[in-house]
């Protein structure tokens, strides 16, 4: 079969690999419809997620029709459409019966591996290095899907591929950023981010009741969107992003901060931009936090930062002393897909999500690499690429 594999920094090939087969009993494998480019995957692209192997099959966002099922599953049969959640969870540990899907305690084949780096295991993702797995990822024709009974959404008949595709990441995603910041009708949240994360976190923030919502970015086509969806927006590159934030509030600063841009984070400010460069050449940094050391300082006492963006490793020169005199609560994690599913698919019907204006290149696997390096230049204001094989 065909699909986009990693070979190292900014080296992303679409070349033939053995096609998947069952491995367990609760497995199925589908053939892939739709798949995406995340956000996240930049991180291995431009080459800060340790534990990528060349040849790695890529890729976590994506959907399909189920060909062949292993003889324990009961849920899915051949010919059913399904979104795949990007974590990959047993359904059985404690954490996932506590709803805690991102870390399940049983589908991260590295597990060893992982709890020397974070301290304890993660849940197994697919396509996103060996410290969460090593699992094959959904940017090709076929995929194998552990634990079939227990992850995978089924897709109601009339819904289009692009209507639920980000049902498996980056909708859950931006609304769990939302949900971790219980918005109160008179909250200001202020989202740092305008990609797809960004502009799902803004409608559910919307959804939620906020007051009024600011998007902070630099892409023109981005925060024309984000606007377009009912956002007040700001260009840091063009205004203080600090300034117009207390602008908003009358001095006080947002109530609700939402981190969705992560490890890779831009900074206006140019002498900061560049001591994190260095420090991440030497090595002495993994991460980027500008959107982090900003957020503390700019949200009001007592408010809350959500940190759905990704983060790899260590970050340096945080204002923790400014988050724990000011009361700062912190909440963040991998999302927990199948917590929010179901309602999601249900509003997605309704009509309460915007799910596919800001789709901006369609392509196949073969447009796949380039279209990597496009996303990640953000060429003609690339916000969200879909690839179908």
């Not at 992303?12 to 367990?24: A, F, K």
């Not at 062949?68 to 404690?94: H, M, S």
């Not at 909708?171 to 200001?188: S, Y």
């Not at 930062?305 to 000011?326: C, E, Q, R, T, W």
Request: charge should be negative; glycine fraction near 12%.
């Amino acid at each position: 079969m065909k699909a986009i594999t990693w070979h190292g920094k900014h080296d992303m090939r679409c070349e033939s690999v053995p096609d998947p087969e069952i491995e367990d009993g609760r497995d199925v494998i589908i053939k892939t419809t739709a798949c995406a480019i995340c956000g996240s995957d930049l991180h291995f692209y431009d080459g800060f997620m340790p534990g990528m192997e060349s040849g790695d099959i890529v890729g976590h966002e994506f959907m399909g029709e189920v060909m062949e099922v292993g003889r324990d599953t009961k849920k899915l049969k051949v010919g059913d459409r399904i979104v795949v959640p990007f974590t990959i969870v047993c359904g059985e540990c404690d954490q996932c019966r506590r709803g805690n899907f991102s870390v399940c305690e049983r589908s991260n084949r590295n597990a060893d591996t992982a709890a020397k780096m974070f301290g304890h295991t993660t849940a197994g993702l697919y396509g996103y290095s060996h410290l969460t797995g090593g699992y094959s990822g959904g940017q090709a024709e076929y995929v194998r899907v552990p634990y079939a009974d227990v992850g995978p959404v089924k897709v109601p008949d009339g819904m289009t591929d692009e209507e639920v595709l980000f049902l498996g990441d980056i909708l859950p995603t931006g609304w769990q950023g939302a949900k971790n910041c219980d918005i109160q009708p008179t909250d200001t949240v202020a989202i740092w981010g305008a990609g797809p994360v960004g502009l799902f976190a803004l409608q559910s923030a919307i959804i939620q009741g906020a007051k009024q919502v600011v998007v902070i970015d630099e892409v023109p086509e981005r925060l024309a969107i984000a606007e377009r969806m009912g956002a007040i927006t700001i260009n840091f590159q063009e205004e203080s992003t600090v300034e117009r934030l207390n602008d908003l509030t009358q001095g006080k600063g947002p109530e609700c901060c939402i981190d969705c841009v992560g490890m890779e984070a831009h900074s206006g400010y140019g002498i900061e931009h560049l001591y994190d460069r260095a420090k991440q050449t030497v090595m002495a940094e993994t991460d980027r936090p500008h959107v982090l050391r900003e957020m503390i300082y700019v949200c009001r006492p007592g408010g809350t930062i959500s940190v759905p963006g990704v983060y790899g490793g260590l970050v340096d020169k945080i204002p923790f002393g400014a988050a724990m005199n000011k009361s700062l609560s912190f909440k963040m994690g991998q999302t927990h897909v199948n917590k929010w599913a179901d309602d999601l698919l249900v509003r997605i019907q309704e009509g309460q999500f915007d799910t596919t204006s800001f789709i901006s290149h369609r392509g196949t696997l073969e447009d796949g690499p380039e279209l990597y390096k496009t996303f990640r230049d953000k060429k003609d204001g690339c916000t969200k690429v879909v690839l179908r094989p």
